[in-house]
């Protein structure tokens, strides 16, 4: 350590600073619109077609007949979150939320019905 005084200088200097980093989890994140998160799924407008899953290029979310109705498997660990099943649904099926903590200890539990 040749010259100890540039060093202290640096140290000094960051005391008045604003840290570089967010509080969080302390504090929220304020998410930007348009974020893409965990899907959500509105069985009561889903008419079936299967475009999400065709669009779908991780081949992530799977879409299955239950009585009268239909339900959606989503695998978030192939899910990239692109949002495409989302436009290419017809009925709004689909949609994005601001949901982003989704990470699980075992891999069976990011295979989600939603």
Known sequence: MKKPGRMLKE???????????????????KLPDGFRGRLKFHSERCIGCKLCVKDCPADAIQIEKIGETFEATVRLDKCIYCGQCVLSCNKQALEMTKQFELAQIERKNLKVNI
């Open 11 to 29: 140290v000094l200097g960051s005391l008045f600073k604003e840290p570089a980093t967010k509080k969080y989890p302390a504090e929220p994140i």
